[in-house]
């Protein structure tokens, strides 16, 4: 990964927050309604939470400029245990979550037109 203050990583934190703006919009048309864009925890930040009757979707965003690089941002054992950490810990001391149905997904963006989602069980 670049450091902070390359213009490489700048670009790459611009095109990821796109992403997630982008995916809100998208999960917007299809009746969701964001309530928070990332969310701190002490185990680690959310991207997206949100809500929809009485679910709520906890998103991991990733971009990727190429489908082969997409692969990469598949999580790795370690940074899926500190998600569902993170997902159990807002469970526990928020009470919108409560007797909610919670699902946490993976959405991958590669290029702007490929559409990626797989469902991470926690």
């Known amino acids: 990964m670049a ?11 611009r095109a990821g927050r796109r992403a997630e703006t982008l995916t809100k919009f998208l999960y917007f048309l299809t009746g ?5 864009t990332r969310q701190k925890t002490p185990f ?5 939470i949100l809500r929809r009757r009485q679910t709520i979707l ?3 965003v990733k971009y990727r400029r190429h489908l082969e690089s997409a692969e990469s ?3 790795s054992a370690r940074q ?8 159990s810990w807002m469970m526990a001391h928020h009470y919108a979550f409560k007797g ?3 699902h946490l997904r993976l959405v991958q963006w590669s290029g702007w037109g490929r559409l990626r989602q797989t469902e991470i069980r926690f």
């Open 44 to 48: 680690g930040e959310l991207d997206l």
């Open 58 to 60: 906890i998103l991991e």
């Open 32 to 36: 969701y309604i964001c309530v928070a």
């Open 3 to 13: 450091h902070r203050n390359t213009a490489a990583y700048r670009a790459a934190e």
């Open 73 to 75: 941002g598949i999580p």
């Open 80 to 87: 899926l245990a500190r998600m569902r950490k993170a997902v």
């Open 100 to 102: 909610k149905q919670i």
